[in-house]
């Protein structure tokens, strides 16, 4: 059965290597056709970033298989052998840890060079090298606190419960709303400063978009985001009252106000339409789908990688296997989620104008050097937007 598991690992290695390959041949294409919507100058740069970023994919994805490798071999039997006595909620947490905590530091180098090289190189990532040790310090000890938590309430319902699939999606999907909830007003604020819009009129003309959608939020603030990166973006976050509205200061820098409430109204666009909720709803269904294959998987395939059957193993597997399973669904993801993006920059394009609309896209594809061209196929599996060119295109853009 080994072989097998590893065989179908290959092949989804190989799916997202080929969509890679063929995304950079269709973006080698384009590269020699007239700019759309970007100057000359960032449409080249455009695509030479997206030729970068899927050869780092590539070589991320054979690294990936080779940790699989390592973790399927071997790698579980021998931290099951070091680790695991008993089995019980500690030793469970502990194997889960050291088996995270070594992909973790494995892995490292490969967002060190994307975030110090590849994104710097092309003038996006403006972050030193003492504030990502202390993010990279923050986000590990708030790992050690919720993902223990979450990662012992797991062990003991497995340990606890026969259906312990049903009763371990109820409480991850609740401990993942409970973390959207407070996100925004804790977490976030660890990393980045958050200030109260001080412009006025910009506040008012905010407040009063968001009064015609009946959103209620905990205020409207801007981001330090040039702390650590050049990108332009804007975002609603948080659920019930811990709602806010967030504002990139690299946004507000580029956008003026027509664009802004463009970009707003169509963020807004989504909270109209219930997106957030319907998003909520579909991701429950999948994570339901995800255990309940996982929770009836056979003991077979756990003697298959060297282990027993337990809280421990089970987590394991389910964190090794989870990444071909969440490949399967992204079709349906995306497809949803970019017939979604249609609606709300219709919407938003009702709140101003759809000429802020396009011309606040336009501004943010030139700045965030994003290529506005895209493989099909890479757009049915990657992407939640749709193309650049489609979404101005509904827009009434002639391009």
């Known amino acids: 059965m080994i072989a097998f598991i590893i065989a179908l690992y290959l092949f989804y290695t ?73 089995g019980g909620i500690l030793q469970s947490t502990v194997f889960v840890f050291i088996f995270i905590a070594i992909n973790f530091i494995l892995s490292l180098p490969f967002d060190i060079y994307s975030v110090f090289v590849k994104d710097k190189r092309f003038g996006f990532s403006t972050i030193d090298i003492k504030t990502y040790v202390i993010d990279n310090i923050k986000s590990v000890a708030i790992f050690i606190i919720i993902g223990g938590l979450m990662i012992s309430l797991v062990a003991w319902i497995l340990s606890t419960f026969a259906f312990w699939w049903l009763w371990s999606f109820i409480a991850i999907f609740c401990v993942i709303l409970f973390i959207n909830m407070f996100y925004p007003t804790f977490i976030a604020p660890l990393f980045n400063k958050f200030t109260p819009i001080n412009d006025s009129e910009l506040k008012s003309s905010i407040e009063t978009l968001m009064s015609k959608v009946g959103l209620k939020s905990s205020g409207i603030f801007m981001m ?50 219930k997106d957030i909720l319907k998003n909520i709803a579909l991701m429950a269904v999948l994570l339901f789908i995800l255990f309940v294959l996982f929770g009836n998987l056979p003991t077979a395939l756990y003697e298959a990688f060297g282990l027993e059957k337990g809280a421990y193993s089970v987590i394991a597997i389910f964190l090794l296997l989870s990444s071909i399973a969440s490949f399967i669904m992204m079709p349906l993801i995306g497809y949803l989620s970019r017939k979604n993006e249609y609606k709300a920059d219709e919407y938003g394009s009702e709140c101003e104008s759809k000429e802020a609309l396009i011309s606040a896209l336009m501004k943010l594809a030139d700045e965030n050097k994003s290529f506005p061209r895209s493989h099909r196929l890479f757009i049915v599996f990657y992407h939640t937007h749709p193309p650049l060119t489609e979404r101005l295109k509904a827009l009434g853009a002639d391009i």
């Open 14 to 86: 190989l799916a997202k290597i080929y969509i890679s390959v063929s995304e950079i041949n269709f973006v080698l294409k384009a590269k020699n056709l007239s700019a759309i919507i970007l100057s000359n100058e960032n449409y080249q740069k455009a695509a030479e970033y997206k030729i970068v970023n899927e050869k780092f994919a590539i070589v991320s994805s054979f690294w990936d298989f080779a940790l699989f490798l390592f973790w399927a071999v071997f790698g579980l039997k021998m931290l099951q052998s070091l680790v695991i006595t008993s």
């Open 224 to 273: 330090d985001a040039s702390k650590r990166d050049n990108r332009l973006n804007a975002y609603f976050g948080g659920l019930g009252k811990s709602k806010r509205v967030v504002l990139f200061d690299t946004l507000v820098k580029k956008l003026d106000k027509k664009e802004l409430l463009a970009v707003l109204g169509h963020e807004l666009g989504h909270f109209k339409h």
